[in-house]
């Protein structure tokens, strides 16, 4: 069996001070000649590269908060030849997110603890809590944000009791930030998943995220979901999500990716049909650009277990891109669009 890594872009971005990118530590520690680690360990160490790169504003330590300042993260981890899932959401303090819901996997026979509970989790396997996880480059674009959302209901303060009109105002104020060149669009929404197949033919995946920037507390994504923000099915394959996670979670897209897999697919071909599920199940209007297509992004990493593999987005562009690694070495690829490979998603 050929191994093979697979992320987001921006596993193959951050090297946190070191020499190695995520997936890079992914595909050594787990083709290690002398001593192989379990795929899902090498990944989850991979993953660790980017939680704690402060200068990722979308993953871990730096991660853009909640509306409140508070950064709260989601991380899954499946282990397909184990047929097993470990996963946290809303975990506060803890930057390594998806090496604690590897022991949610490891330890318990949940799939998913939350909140304080996850934390008191952690910290019991020996955790140590960080406080705040916020960088002043993330409390800076916060408190900007946050001015930017009290001058609009100083102006509008029916905007203070209707939720979804402050989080839809909220949302376009971080929209506007990022045309700005404050915040890099791919981090107003932004997560790494990395799936990789190792030398004997194990799937195993992790997603891990800070989630959407400025989301209303308690809010939780994709990305710990089993099904939606990953999932992985041993003897078949992988899919990873980033992008507005409301809209995997709605149609469920990993899961129906690796189940057409399991069916024959091909990646490319399974990515693609999830896309245009998500396209066709987007109907409400606050959803829609000018185009009457989604107004958000959604990318698919997506791996079988023979190896084959395929990078796909409802939006393409030069920086729609994705990672893979394998024995030649790492290299970022352009994801195929669905909808078109030049447009915004917000045209
Ligand atoms: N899918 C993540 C979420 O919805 C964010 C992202 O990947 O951009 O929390």
Known sequence: MTPLVIASANGHQYRNGGTETCVERVFRLM????????PLEAIVDGVTIVELDPTETSVGFGGLPNADGVVQLDACCMHGSRGRAGAVAALEGIATAAAVAHRVLVETHHHLLAGQGALDFAISRGFAPQGDLMTPRSRGLWIDWRRRLDALLSTDPSLAADARRRAEAGYEI??????????????????ITCSAIGPKGDVCGVTSTSGLAWKIPGRVGDSPIPGAGLYVRGGVGAAGATGRGESTLYSLSSFAIVEAMRRGAHPKDAGMAALKEIKDTTVDPSLLNARGAPNFNVKLYIVNAAGDYAGVALYGGDAVRYAVCGENGAELMPCEALIDQGHEFVD
């Not at 045309?179 to 997560?191: C, F, K, Q, S, Y």
């Open 31 to 38: 083709t290690d000649g002398a001593d192989p680690a379990d």
């Open 174 to 191: 971080g929209l506007a930030m990022s045309r700005e060149g404050l915040i890099d669009p791919n981090h107003l929404w932004g997560t």
